[in-house]
């Protein structure tokens, strides 16, 4: 006989009879209020009102009143202090309590700050891309570095060969010019090494006028360059480039910590100069020119050698991250020799671990300060008060100005406050100092020292140094600082009680490197996984979900640990070893948290902004509810950019949204992509976004409202955004409702079978 179909009325009613008959229940009138100072009955009193004025939605008492339903007073599994978990469960996920992110909490927070990482696919627009990079290069770009030629073109192997280039080419040095010497000139990026002794040079727009040396077009121009090379060669360690502007030459460098260059020459006036530097440029071995030889490649291709066992790489990375500014995290999978199984994962995760290196290059150890080293660094380059081209193209020409960049106040705080990289945001040099904040400080506050000993630890018991440098092979990453050094005293006279207002490009007071040290790192684990596009099947995909956000839960209840970068690259579906082993696991930690700790010691973190929590993104602290709902971005994402002609390893097929509605989720500046956000997760404007499902994911519109309901509950009239003390509430939400979806899929596919 089939079951009785009940409308909304039929569910309403049903659940106002149940808060009134748990409201006159004795334990309701004696168990104490965990969001009030009253009773249990009193929290029911206000719930029955809210529900009856239709001020809730009344999806999260359904799992409640099932409960009860099934769980007669005699059954053998009826247990009252269940039920009423599941009452006070119900109460705080309708009446939200304060959230816990106290202002110290957000004070300690490392800085977050804006990447061009997020601009992909169908959203590298020219003018976005430029603007995403720009804000990526605030307070990181240095003019006329001290030593930069000495550094990098003298005592070197070829230096003489150089020379001698030089002297071969003096015959076409006449009367103090080069003859011949193209009109207009050149601006150009070293890219890549294609043979032995053959530089590629990327030949550009002509620079005609000297004064554009120093342009904000031309900075954002070569940058463009160097995040392309990152990008189609993740592993690399830096780029090095030149420009040329009329005859003014300049040496460039981008490394993970930003780009700087050397101090200008004319190129007719420093004709050796000249000469040596374009001789050295095709001299240098790969290592010089910023190639990763830690990882080598032979006639079976990629592979690394860790503890005497070679481990052979595919060919393309299963994660990495297109920007300049960042740890560079690049994930292989890998297997031995004579197994036909990936089996490994170059990246960090909670997986087991098989070995952990920091790499060197040369012997040398591969840092940013070790690259840096033997060079004066001054002040980083303000940006220009002036308006610059972003675009060189006459036709689709933007013109940007301070103002617009920075937010119609003209103040540069007010668009970067969002970033958490205003000039008061604390941040740690190579040489461990930190800086002002905005934030006021409580006056009894105690600085706490992270720990680093550099030891091993289990994935869910690892240590501040095993989280950050828990990164792929091979990647780039901040090291932990272990003291405030020298500006410890500053820096606390100048934070208690006190609110710092400087510019947004200020850099520092007391630091005399102010470039964020970064590591390289090696970390091996197992087992390995494929991308989250590359689901098999929809049972996989939410398998993979919901075992990750399980996987978080383990790592912030067992680890104190929290991830702070759950988004799409960061999730992969492993392959089973057992049954019951987790389908999808989290990884790349060099992120993550000590709950307890202190900021790793980073300038800033970045992350991916269609996948930032509303509340991240307003520049608030990171607790766990922030990476439930990154979560949730993630399982939305999928589900609209993937899912219209299936999947393969190795052809992801990507959506085109009609409307594209996503498109708000990563343009703009942070508070409106914020706003934009809590917009479409309001109720009604929540079947906007998930009408763009594809065909594919159809059937799980009623999970993502599920999944909506536990992140967003109604509270006041508007959805709420902050985070409950009790962190069962939401992870129970999100995972019971992933488990149910994913119940009827496997019987469909046994059906099937």
Same mark, same amino acid.
């Given at each position: 006989m089939a079951e009785p179909f009940l409308t909304y009325i039929d569910v309403k009613n049903l659940v106002l009879d149940l808060i009134q008959a748990l409201q006159i229940e004795p334990a309701a009138r004696i168990l104490p209020s965990r969001i009030a100072e009253r009773t249990l009955s009193g929290d029911l009193g206000l719930l029955y009102s809210r529900v009856d004025a239709n001020q809730l939605d009344i999806a999260p008492a359904i799992p409640l009143v099932e409960r009860i339903v099934r769980n007669e007073p005699d059954a053998p599994t009826w247990n009252d202090a269940d039920i009423w978990h599941a009452v006070f469960e119900l109460v705080a996920r309708t009446n939200p309590i304060t959230p816990p992110t106290a202002f110290e909490e957000a004070v300690f927070d490392t800085p977050l700050r804006s990447s061009s990482a997020s601009q992909r696919w169908i959203e590298q627009i020219h003018d976005e891309v430029d603007q995403r990079i720009l804000e990526e290069l605030t307070g990181c770009v240095y003019y006329d570095v001290g030593g930069f030629y000495e550094r990098y073109f003298e005592r070197k192997p070829w230096t003489n060969n150089a020379r001698d280039i030089y002297d071969e080419s003096r015959a076409q040095y006449i009367e103090?010019? &080069?003859?011949? &010497?193209?009109?207009?000139?050149?601006?150009?990026?070293?890219? @890549?090494?294609?043979? =032995?002794? +053959?530089?590629?040079?990327?030949?550009?727009? @002509?620079?005609q006028n000297p004064d554009e040396d120093r342009s904000a077009k031309t900075l954002v121009q070569l940058a463009g360059y160097a995040r392309e090379v990152f990008g189609s060669q993740p592993e690399r360690r830096f780029v090095p480039g030149f420009t040329i502007c009329g005859s003014v030459m300049r040496l460039w460098l981008f490394d993970r910590s930003g780009p700087y260059n050397s101090e200008k020459f004319d190129i007719h006036k420093e004709p050796e100069r000249f000469v040596k530097v374009l001789a050295g440029y095709a001299m240098m071995s790969d290592a010089e020119l910023g190639l990763n030889t830690f990882i080598k490649c032979d006639g079976n291709g990629k592979y690394i050698v860790t503890r005497d066992v070679r481990i052979s790489l595919e060919d393309k990375p299963i994660a990495s991250t297109k920007a300049i500014v960042c740890r560079g995290t690049t994930c292989y999978r890998g297997r031995r020799p004579g197994s036909t199984d990936w089996e490994y994962v170059e990246s960090p995760g909670i997986a087991v671990w098989f070995n952990h290196e920091q790499i060197t290059i040369d012997g040398d150890p591969d840092t940013i300060s070790h690259l840096r080293r033997a060079m004066k660094f001054g002040s980083p380059r303000r940006p220009s008060k002036k308006a610059f081209w972003v675009d060189s193209s006459p036709e689709s020409s933007r013109a940007y100005s301070r103002t617009s960049l920075m937010g119609s106040s003209g103040s540069s705080v007010a668009h970067l406050i969002g970033l958490g990289i205003g000039a008061g945001s604390a941040t740690t040099s190579s040489s461990g100092q930190k800086r002002k904040r905005d934030e006021r400080l409580d006056g009894g506050s105690i600085l706490k020292r992270s720990k680093s000993d550099g030891s091993h630890a289990s994935a869910t018991n690892m240590r501040k140094e095993d989280q950050l440098d828990a990164i792929g092979a091979p990647s780039i990453q901040e090291t932990v600082v272990d003291s405030l050094a020298d500006c410890r005293n500053e820096w606390q006279r100048n934070n208690v009680n006190s609110i710092q207002e400087a510019g947004a490009d200020s850099l520092t007071d007391c630091e005399s490197e102010a470039y964020g040290n970064r590591v390289n790192h090696c970390l091996v684990t197992s087992p390995a996984g494929r991308h989250l596009h590359e689901y098999q099947s929809v049972r996989e995909l939410l398998e993979a979900l919901r075992d990750a956000i399980r996987? @978080?839960?383990?790592?912030?209840e067992d680890g104190k640990i929290l991830h702070r970068d759950v988004s799409?690259?960061?999730?992969? +579906? $492993?392959? !089973? !070893? *057992?049954?019951?082993?987790?389908k999808g696991r989290l990884i790349d930690l060099d992120l993550a948290k000590e709950l307890d700790g202190m900021p790793s010691g980073a300038r800033h973190r970045t992350g991916t902004m269609q996948f930032m929590a509303i509340e991240v993104l307003e520049g608030k602290g990171h607790t766990y509810r922030h990476d439930l709902e990154?979560?949730?971005?993630?399982?939305? &994402? #999928?589900? +609209?950019?993937?899912?219209?002609?299936?999947?393969?390893?190795?052809?992801?097929?990507?959506?085109? =949204?009609? $409307?594209?509605?996503?498109?708000? &989720?990563?343009?703009? #500046?942070?508070?409106?992509? *914020?706003n934009t956000k809590q917009g479409h997760m309001g109720k009604n404007r929540f079947e906007n976004v998930?009408?763009?499902?594809?065909?594919?994911?159809?059937?799980l519109k009623p999970l993502a409202r599920q999944l909506r309901s536990a992140l967003f509950p109604i509270r006041d009239g508007d959805i709420f955004t902050g985070t409950f003390h009790d962190h069962d509430i939401m992870n129970d939400g999100m995972i019971n409702a992933f488990s149910r979806a994913i119940g009827p899929l496997r019987k469909e596919e046994q059906a099937n079978a």
């Open positions: 103090g010019h &080069w003859s011949g &010497w193209p009109e207009p000139s050149i601006q150009a990026l070293c890219s @890549h090494r294609t043979s =032995p002794q +053959i530089l590629h040079i990327s030949e550009q727009k @002509h620079k996987g @978080h839960r383990s790592l912030l799409e690259n960061n999730i992969i +579906i $492993t392959e !089973l !070893l *057992a049954e019951d082993a987790p990154s979560f949730f971005y993630v399982f939305i &994402w #999928m589900c +609209i950019r993937y899912g219209y002609e299936g999947t393969s390893r190795q052809k992801p097929k990507v959506m085109r =949204p009609k $409307t594209n509605i996503l498109r708000g &989720w990563y343009t703009g #500046m942070y508070s409106e992509i *914020a998930i009408a763009e499902f594809a065909p594919k994911f159809e059937n």
